[in-house]
């Protein structure tokens, strides 16, 4: 099982649905978490799921805010251990996307998670245990109709991970990301009025596994990779997808019986 006893984490926009899960299973491990995010109500929900979770607010696209959230981490549990950088943005418009808004994700899908392992970062190499994990996205290595902008940046934070894991292997930290595809979330249930069967059946046909994910699911993943037990793991991206990219375009109906039809 799992063992992050006496570990800190921080994890970036842990307010989510979907970072609950992640956040559940760190504390399942034994971590301290801090809920990094600007989701209020989010955020109080996410401190429900242990009594070692604080939610700090925090806009990651603000230097001071970000060192303040790591002071308060570090005075709250003694040091930083792990680092999950899970905030995004989804602000796109595809080929319509002016300037402000390329400029605005950027900043937020990827120069934040630069900025909260640079204020990390004294902690974590003076950790025994120190690991980050960066969240991409099937988004990364497929086209998406009118998508332009998150896909971009989360392509540019698959070779960051790369870029960090090379820098930061003689300190002992670990760097490696992880990609969901898609996962029961706030707009999802939202969407459907909350029917996950619905979104299962939609899912179905470009996931191996025939439905969507559950926040805690990929966050075993994440678990996992900041464990002792993925020591020799870094530098890699990993799938949480159900298969989705394992899936080509002719997914997983037979197209051949179909030219005999």
């Excluded at 604080?54 to 003694?78: E, L, N, P, S, Y």
């Excluded at 902008?149 to 930290?173: C, E, H, N, V």
Aim: proline share 4%; glycine share 8%.
């Amino acid at each position: 099982m799992t063992d992050l006893t006496h570990r800190t984490a921080i994890v970036t926009g842990g307010a989510t649905l979907l970072a609950h899960g992640v956040v559940g299973a760190l504390v399942k491990a034994g971590a301290n978490v801090v809920v990094a995010d600007i989701d209020e109500p989010g955020g109080a929900a996410a401190e429900k799921i242990g009594k070692n979770v604080v939610f700090v607010k925090t806009d990651i696209t603000d230097d001071a805010a970000i060192r303040a959230m790591v002071d308060t981490a570090v005075q709250r549990f003694g040091g930083v251990d792990i680092v999950v950088n899970l905030a995004a943005i989804y602000l796109d418009e595809g080929f319509a996307s002016p300037r402000a808004d390329w400029l605005t994700a950027l900043n937020v899908n990827v120069v934040s998670m630069v900025e909260v392992v640079r204020a990390a970062y004294p902690h974590l190499k003076a950790s025994k245990h120190a690991a980050i994990v960066n969240f991409t996205s099937i988004s990364s290595k497929v086209a998406q109709t009118g998508r332009w902008l998150y896909p971009t940046s989360k392509a540019a934070i698959a070779q960051l991970t790369r870029s960090m894991a090379m820098d930061f292997a003689p300190d002992g930290i670990r760097v490696n990301s992880v990609s969901p595809g898609w996962t029961w979330s706030k707009i999802m249930d939202t969407l459907t009025h909350g029917n996950r069967a619905k979104t299962d059946a939609v899912a179905a046909p470009f996931h191996l596994t025939g439905r969507v994910g559950d926040g805690a699911e990929v966050g075993n993943v994440v678990a996992f990779l900041v464990s002792d037990d993925a020591s020799v793991v870094t530098g890699a991206d990993w799938a949480a997808d159900g298969g989705y990219s394992a899936m080509g375009p002719e997914q997983a109906a037979p197209a051949i019986p179909k030219l005999m039809d």
